[in-house]
């Protein structure tokens, strides 16, 4: 089953290179994952209040040349705590932004009536 949001990134990043590559507000380039997690947090707040969302692409240069990333890349992209280099003990902390943001109301469930809370995704609040 294909996530819903595949085609949509697809669909951006091919506007992002056509005609001219330039990035596009749907889609940021990335060379490769950032330590500075401050700036992380700049692009993810942005993408959280732009009407279609966003996406991270990684891998390419900001003058769009395609570099790639390795597997140990991917992992590392892939992994939350990694990401946000949260030691172990720590994991609570990102469960514990997400609800504050949602207490807040600057995020919502995606599924409302979703049962479990472990595997919950988020969308932006007007969507």
Do not use: C
């Amino acid at each position: 089953m294909t996530k819903h949001w595949i085609p949509v990134a697809l669909n951006w990043l091919a506007q992002s290179f056509e005609p001219v590559p330039h990035e596009i507000n749907e889609i940021d380039w990335k060379a490769r994952l950032t330590g500075n997690k401050e700036r992380l947090a700049e692009h993810l707040i942005a993408f959280a209040n732009h009407p279609n969302d966003g996406f991270f692409t990684f891998g390419v240069q900001d003058d769009a040349t395609l570099s790639g990333v390795d597997q140990s890349e991917v992992a590392q992209i892939v992994n939350t705590r990694q990401r946000f280099k949260l030691h172990e003990k720590r994991r609570t902390a990102v469960s514990n932004l997400l609800k504050e943001a949602a207490e807040k109301g600057r995020i919502k469930r995606k599924d409302p009536d979703a049962k479990s809370s472990k595997f919950v995704e988020y969308v932006p609040y007007w969507a």
